[in-house]
Structure formats: C-alpha cells, structure tokens
C-alpha cells in the first residue's frame, strides 16, 4: 500500500519562511493535499495540487510537487504564531482512499 | 450550514465494553471514513465506504465494525476485540471522484476516546 513519511517536528521564529517536506512511495494519486489540524480538533484542508502541476501558489502557501523524486513540499511564508499546528499531506489511491503522512508538526516562536 | 459531526467530542469506557461513536453528515457526500490518529503515526484508515450499504476495511479494521444504512450516517463501533482502543477518532466525508474534478475530504472535530 502507499506510504506517506513525513518529518515529526519543525521550529521556526515568526515571519520566516517554513518548509515541511513529504515523500510517498505511490505515484497514481490523482490529487495531493495538505491539510492542517489545530490541537484537539479535525483536520482542515489548506491546499492541493494536482498530480500533473509541479507548482501552486496560494496566498502565503506554495505547494512543490516533484513526481521522479515522489516528494511533495508546503512552503509557508512569514509564519505566523497561529500557524502553529500539525500539517498532513495525503494523496487519493484507488477506491477514494486518503493515505495520510505521519503529520509534521510545526512550533513557531515569536 | 452543511457539515460533518461527530458526537461525543470525549468518550469514557471500561474495559470489555463495545462502544459506539456517530458521524453524520448533511454534505450528500457518497464516501464516508474513519481514522484513527495516535501521537507520532498520522492517521491510520479503519474502514471507509463508497455507497449505502457497502464498505470496506482499512488497514487497521480489526476490533472495529461499522454500519452505513443511510447516505448520513456512518457509526463507528469500537469492540472488546481491540486491544488498545485509547485514541482520537476522526470521521470524514468526500463526494465521489470526478476524474481531474478535485473532491475535498471534510472532516469532523473528532472523538476522544479513553479506556479506563
């Protein structure tokens, strides 16, 4: 089945820019997706690209997708404290399917 | 306002007792899904359905059942038969795939389950 991996934890100090990497090992996802999830609450879409782009900008977010590499990337510009949350990324298989990475999660300091 | 919802936000239960978390959504949405999410592992799938009446296991379905009888309503029923139930449960629901037509995953604000 896919696998999704993602690093645990990144810190970053307020008005950086934050990068947050994921790899999967499944090429066939139609669509891959990045999605935010505040403490003790579900999971919030933020973005998604699709699997024939390498690149999509959406206001502070830039999602890179490198299909040889099977690496997909989140950047965050000026990060802000309430940022600060665990990101997904996920990728659709077949029969709609969501395999999700292990979350990254993402501490900015003032 | 459409949505999905998942009741109870936290769940109590003693050890060798079935319990039964909701999910229903108003969004139309044919699929339905429940993960469970552990400290460091991500979500992990425990069953999903495409349609009324059908479903399929995830990767981590054992101890677990579920029921779709109306297009709303997905319950997830977590069974003596698994081992370590203490988790947060969270529910989704998607409309059928379109072909290059993104559908987006809605999900509920989750069950905290604890065994005691």
């Known amino acids: 089945g896919e696998d999704v991996e993602q690093s645990l934890f990144l810190s970053v100090r307020e008005g950086d820019s934050s990068v947050i990497n994921c790899t999967y090992t499944?090429?066939?996802?139609?669509?891959l997706y990045w999605y935010k999830q505040e403490p003790g609450a579900g999971l919030q879409l933020l973005t998604y690209i699709f699997s024939n782009m390498d690149m999509k900008q959406d206001q502070r977010l830039t999602v890179l997708l490198n299909k040889k590499d099977k690496h997909l990337s989140l950047r965050i510009a000026d990060t802000q404290t309430g940022d600060s949350a665990i990101y997904f990324c996920?990728?659709?298989?077949?029969?709609?399917?969501?395999?999700f990475g292990t979350g990254t999660r993402l501490l900015v300091s003032p | 306002d459409g949505g999905i919802t998942q009741s109870p936000k936290y769940l109590f239960r003693k050890e060798g007792q079935n319990v039964t978390l909701s999910c229903e959504q108003n969004?139309?949405?044919?699929?339905m899904y429940w993960y469970r999410q552990d400290p460091g592992q991500g979500l992990r799938l425990i069953y999903y359905?495409?349609?009324?009446?059908?479903?399929q296991k995830g990767d981590i379905a054992e101890g677990y059942s579920v029921s779709r009888e109306k297009k709303e309503s997905f319950p997830l029923t977590v069974t003596s038969a698994q081992k370590n139930p203490t988790a947060f449960y969270l529910c989704?629901?998607?409309?059928?795939?379109?072909?290059?037509?993104?559908?987006?995953?809605?999900f509920g604000q989750g069950t905290r389950l604890t065994v005691v």
């Open positions: 969004l139309n949405h044919d699929a």
């Open positions: 996920a990728g659709n298989t077949g029969f709609q399917k969501l395999v």
């Open positions: 359905s495409q349609i009324v009446n059908d479903f």
């Open positions: 499944d090429s066939s996802s139609t669509y």
């Open positions: 989704a629901s998607r409309d059928r795939d379109r072909g290059p037509v993104n559908t987006e995953a809605f």
